[in-house]
């Protein structure tokens, strides 16, 4: 028999603890929570305070037997859950259902799953923080009193298996006003003179700036004729040179939101991907005889940056090592966000030691690939800043003012290890000016105008949408990866092209939520309530006076909602089409990824076909077909010919309807970092890409 039993969420990490633990002790796993709120029914008592009722999980009732019947041998039970809100939760359950005395010493919580860690948790076991608690509980209570009160609404008005919930109902909202914004947004045209100019048979681009009092927008061709008629020949003369310095500091270490969005960037992964990956990791790597099963990383639920002065130290010596002395940072700690909770680490490796070279022969590709990204942020984020010699150039024509800038990387710092990534994808290489004094003459190669269109503002990505959330203050780390989850499953959105896109019935789902719950769509109700339920983690309010605050108000709507709301009819509208097996006619459905074809014969006959998009360019295979938009069954879109299986002719690349001007085949739309290209598929004819 042990002396002490642990309880940990997950079995990955019940062995590797044991094995730091010793003998006396038996660690188990709970498998997450045990007890929650009831499926069927609200679960809360709104006239007895709110009062939760809490029932034992379907299919956990072995596991907890197994939990009760260890805690009857051990002389003394730990709980051992992750540590946050949900964790504190977690023990709170456990306490109760194994008639542990909360107010006992029965909480250890760890940041990092390694030996020293553990065994030093261990030794500062503390009570269970019920305003940790109540704060989880609240969070829990609120999302049912929502979703069980709108969702049987939605279900009897418009269609069943809908829902609506704070978060995201919210996050709806903004990828829905973008939309409309896209929708509503009018190109403007915009001009630009391109000019490649050569200085000692050194070529370097430079563009139009304006005259040498002020810098001019060019908004059309005639403006740009305008600057090109006073314009004499091709000699342009050096006005202005301007040199800097300008240091560029490292990023700091991860959050779990920058984790999500740098990992979307860099690695091209949904946030649900990283935090199974993340997850792993912290749990615990098998690294073979000699260390056994580590955890890689700290827990990476977090939005935090703070590090350890431990940590700290380690990173510091390993850069002096590796890179010297003036890598290292001698920067101070960095002040946390106000939203932050600081409640416990950035997510960083365990140990900087365990390099990604080392662990590449061990870990999957996925793994690794993020372990990396962790690893080379943290070791970045202690380097010195990095040295920029910048230079900006003005040549001038008349009164034609062009200028060229030019950087150069005179000290590497944090650069030499991990650059962060960016939306706007930013090209960070050198770019180098020939040496330019005053008063000397470069020669034009090339002048050339070219037209812009302004661009409306982009789909969000999840990444984007991640950060939008985060910079409002909607929603808590953990909370990001299962509302973008939900929204996909319902039938909400749809990702196009890695973007966000409504769909008809989230379109509809959005205007009845804002129509007879305006609280709950808006943003900074919704920040507020995130505001409240910090503050009753931090003891400063009662739980059930947030609820209430919210509820009395909230229950009026969903009255009015019920009595007011019109039963919307989705009608199956004709698609002009006959069904090719049984000859009845074909209607649009709206489905879990938006519109598609099905026979009105269902369910006697189940055909179902999808809806393709023509794009208004002839197969340059057959010359008879039209490319259309499909999806593969990964859900990338692709291009082929209607004419299928006639005609194989397919495509990544969006083609276009105008031919190559060198070899008259055809062109295509790349999708770059920088925006699109357009390229011959033939030859080596391009455009500048468009961003």
């Known amino acids: 028999m042990s002396d002490y039993l642990v309880i940990v969420e997950s079995p990955a990490k019940a062995k590797t603890i044991e094995r730091y633990l010793g003998k006396k002790y038996k660690v188990k796993a709970s498998i997450g929570h045990v007890r929650d709120l009831p499926r069927s029914q609200m679960g809360v008592d709104v006239e007895n305070d709110y009062e939760p009722k809490y029932i034992t999980i379907r299919g956990k009732g072995p596991v907890l037997q197994d939990l009760k019947n260890a805690a009857k041998k051990a002389k003394k039970v730990y709980l051992a859950a992750d540590p946050d809100r949900e964790g504190e939760a977690i023990a709170w359950h456990l306490a109760n259902s194994l008639h542990v005395d909360i107010e006992s010493d029965c909480r250890v919580v760890f940041n990092e799953i390694t030996k020293d860690a553990i065994l030093e948790s261990f030794k500062h076991p503390r009570p269970i923080n019920m305003d940790l608690v109540d704060a989880q509980q609240a969070r829990r209570i609120l999302d049912r009193l929502v979703g069980y009160n709108i969702s049987p609404i939605l279900w009897k008005k418009v269609k069943k298996g ?53 810098k001019v927008k060019l908004s059309n061709e005639d403006e740009v004729k305008a600057v090109l ?53 912290y749990e615990g790597i098998d690294l073979g005889k000699k260390e056994g099963t580590v955890g890689l990383i700290t827990y990476m639920r977090t939005d935090s940056t703070r590090i350890s002065d431990t940590a700290k130290a380690d990173a510091q010596d390993f850069i002096k090592n590796e890179y010297g002395s003036e890598f290292i940072s001698t920067k101070k700690a960095e002040k946390q966000s106000k939203k932050s909770q600081d409640a416990h680490e950035a997510v960083r490796p365990t140990s900087v030691l365990r390099t990604p070279d080392q662990l590449k022969s061990i870990l999957s590709r996925d793994l690794f690939r993020l372990y990396k990204l962790i690893w080379e942020r943290f070791i970045a984020s202690q380097m010195a800043p990095a040295t920029l010699d910048t230079v900006a150039v003005d040549l001038k024509n008349g009164e034609a003012v062009f200028r060229a800038n030019g950087s150069q990387v005179k000290f590497p710092g944090f650069m ?116 409240d339920l910090d503050s009753v983690e931090e003891g400063q309010v009662k739980w059930v006076q947030v609820i209430d605050g919210f509820y009395q108000d909230f229950e009026k709507h969903v ?8 039963k919307i009819v989705i009608k199956d509208e004709p698609t002009g089409e006959d069904c090719e097996n049984c000859g009845s006619p074909m209607v649009y459905k709206l489905g879990r990824y938006g519109k598609f074809m099905a026979c009105s014969n269902f369910p006697e006959c189940r055909n179902t076909k999808a809806i393709v998009k023509e794009i208004g360019v002839t197969c340059p295979a057959c010359n008879e077909g039209q490319i259309v938009e499909r999806k593969s069954k990964t859900k990338r879109l692709f291009y082929g010919c209607n004419q299928y299986p006639t005609c194989e002719f397919v495509s990544w690349d969006k083609p276009i309807s105008r031919p190559c001007p060198k070899c008259n085949e055809m062109l295509v739309e790349k999708k770059l970092k920088k925006g699109i290209q357009i390229q011959c598929v033939a030859c080596d004819y391009k455009e500048d890409p468009q961003s």
């Open 559 to 566: 009255k009015h909602a019920d009595a007011a709301m019109e």
């Open 229 to 281: 008629k006073v314009m004499k020949g091709k000699k342009f003369e050096v006005t202005n040179v301007v040199k800097k310095e300008r240091k560029r500091n490292p990023a700091p270490s991860f959050t779990t939101s920058s984790l999500q969005q740098e990992a979307a960037r860099k690695l091209n992964f949904r946030a649900r991907k990283t935090m199974m990956l993340a997850q792993q990791l």
């Open 162 to 214: 809908l829902s609506a919930g704070r978060v995201q109902s919210v996050a709806l909202r903004l990828i829905i006003d973008r939309e409309n914004e896209i929708n509503a947004f009018i190109p403007e045209e915009y001009w630009s003179i391109e000019g490649q100019f050569e200085k000692d048979k050194k070529a370097f681009d430079a563009l139009y700036f304006g005259n040498e009092q002020e």
């Open 416 to 531: 030499k290890v991990y650059v962060e990534g960016s939306d706007d994808q930013k090209d960070d290489k050198d770019k180098l000016l020939p040496a330019l004094d005053l008063g000397d003459k470069v020669s034009a190669l090339s002048i050339e105008p070219k037209q812009h269109f302004t661009q409306p503002p982009p789909r969000y990505s999840e990444a984007r949408l991640v950060k939008t959330l985060e910079e409002l203050g909607i929603g808590r780390p953990s909370t990001y990866a299962p509302t973008l989850d939900t929204i996909q499953k319902r039938g909400y959105v749809a990702l196009e092209t890695k973007r966000f896109v409504p769909t008809e019935l989230g379109t509809i789902v959005h205007q009845l939520v804002l129509e007879f719950f305006p609280n709950v769509l808006d943003i900074e109700f919704t920040a507020q309530m995130e505001r």
